[in-house]
């Protein structure tokens, strides 16, 4: 190699005037080999070959491209949020969410809630830190909620949090009861063959999503498909119950719900 070659290599190797934002990216580059179903030798694995992977400069030849639910998940919410500008819109578990950002650019009045600190800024955004069920947020003040892969962690310690049986089941009754009568809840979570990762979330079967959803009028349900960790398709519910999330390590169905509270007399009363 030439020298001019290699100066150019080390250069692009080092330049570094930007640092990515924090966000769950849909489609990014990761370690093959990289341990799936335990979160510690993911650390270990990723600490340790990641650095000198980079070092080696080779992404073709260490790293693979990985496509992640956040490519379908995303583009339902917006597809199904057509509200207003200047609507009221709650997005639950943001932190690596660039969502409400970009509803806050749109010209929602979006108010994020997390366990952890929320680094980024907007004048139409609020943010919220801490247990939401403790938030006690005005009854009935949101036109939509959106909760994008972040119900099926709530209770399970997975941020450090302290667990608490029925999680989910706690969170989406605080959601409802922030809702406003005929507002939307646009959720998104792990389907397939019911049951819960050793990396902290749960897998949703039609029925335990139904459980979930009772109090809400489903207004639409789309499921996909994740192959090999490269693309997603359209896939029915039936094609995804056996599906199995949960062992796996890492998502391979989803179902991405339009739910919307019942106006009052219909079951709507605030709770």
């Not at 922030?178 to 019911?194: D, E, H, N, S, Y």
């Not at 056996?242 to 019942?262: F, L, M, N």
């Amino acid at each position: 190699m030439r020298v001019g070659e290699l100066l150019k290599q080390v250069a692009k190797l080092l330049y570094r005037p930007e640092r990515p934002a924090d966000f769950t990216a849909p489609v990014y580059h990761e370690l093959k080999h990289l341990p799936q179903r335990s979160r510690y030798w993911r650390v270990l694995y990723g600490s340790t070959i990641g650095p000198l992977a980079a070092l080696a400069g080779s992404l073709g030849r260490h790293y693979r491209v990985v496509v992640n639910e956040r490519i379908v998940e995303i583009p339902f919410v917006f597809q199904h949020l057509d509200l207003p500008p200047g609507a009221a819109v709650l997005e639950f578990g943001s932190v690596k969410s660039w969502v409400s950002l970009a509803l806050a650019s749109l010209g929602y009045r979006v108010t994020s809630v997390d366990l952890r600190p929320y680094p980024y800024a907007h004048p139409h955004l609020s943010f919220v830190q801490g247990d939401f069920r403790g938030a006690r947020l005005p009854a009935a003040s949101f036109a939509a909620v959106v909760a994008i892969s972040a119900i099926e962690h709530c209770g399970l310690s997975g941020y450090g949090e302290q667990g608490f049986a029925r999680g989910d089941h706690e969170v989406v009754s605080e959601i409802r009861r922030v809702l406003k009568p005929g507002g939307r809840f646009l959720i998104t979570v792990p389907f397939g063959k019911a049951g819960a990762s050793p990396r902290g979330w749960r897998v949703y079967d039609a029925a335990a999503l139904a459980l979930l959803l009772r109090d809400f009028e489903v207004r639409a349900a789309c499921y996909f498909k994740g192959t090999d960790r490269s693309h997603w398709t359209a896939a029915s519910a039936e094609e995804l119950a056996d599906v199995d999330s949960a062992a796996a390590g890492y998502v391979q169905g989803v179902a991405c719900v339009c739910g919307v509270k019942p106006a009052a007399g219909a079951g709507g009363e605030t709770r």
